[in-house]
């Protein structure tokens, strides 16, 4: 007869629900300033019940940070398999883009965060500038096609659009009864309006 092993540390704790914890300790206290001490006492649970789940901190910076640019390159992938007009896949970047900040704040807000201080945090730092590039490339395509003011530089202009886009971590929360699609929607309008030509 064989047996399972018996599951470590307090019950309810899965990877998911340790790594929802921990980015909510990492974007109140920085990821310096939280120890895995921290996590353990916030969990109720044993460092060596957390390492069940993951190797060391630094694992969970990275499991958190590829949650949110995991999610903005799934975009990216669906914009790049559009026909059409670059100012319509621009748009629909900027859309995807919002709807996963809307759906993985505490995610997106970590990688925002980030400052190159660790292998991790140098790898997150490089896909977000290869993910920049796609977007420069985007509005480049776009004013090529006529789409876009001639008198802005595309480079200028993807900044301040995900500029926009990056700066709702600081004030978005999700409401009962909202939803990402509708500050999707305001977003673009408000973006696009003033991007086309």
Request: net charge positive; glycine share 8%; proline share 3%.
């Amino acid at each position: 007869m064989t047996t399972s092993p018996a599951r470590r540390g307090r019950p309810g704790y899965d990877l998911e629900s340790l790594l929802q914890v921990a980015v909510k300790l990492f974007n109140e206290r920085g990821y310096d300033g939280t120890s895995m001490e921290d996590l353990s006492r916030k969990l109720g649970i044993t460092k060596s019940a957390i390492y069940h789940h993951v190797r060391s901190k630094e694992e969970l910076l990275r499991l958190s940070v590829d949650r949110a640019l995991d999610g903005l390159f799934e975009v990216a992938a669906s914009t790049e398999q559009l026909n059409g007009r670059a100012i319509d896949r621009l748009e629909h970047l900027v859309r995807g883009s919002v709807l996963v900040l809307a759906d993985r704040l505490p995610f997106v807000t970590l990688l925002l965060r980030v400052r190159g201080n660790t292998k991790v945090e140098r790898s997150a730092l490089a896909r977000r500038r290869e993910f920049d590039r796609l977007v420069t490339d985007l509005v480049k395509q776009a004013e090529a096609e006529g789409d876009v003011r001639p008198d802005i530089d595309p480079a200028v202009a993807a900044r301040l659009l995900f500029g926009t886009v990056n700066s709702l971590i600081e004030w978005y929360r999700p409401r009962r009864g909202s939803s990402g699609a509708e500050l999707a929607d305001a977003v673009c309008k408000m973006a696009f309006d003033g991007l086309r030509a």
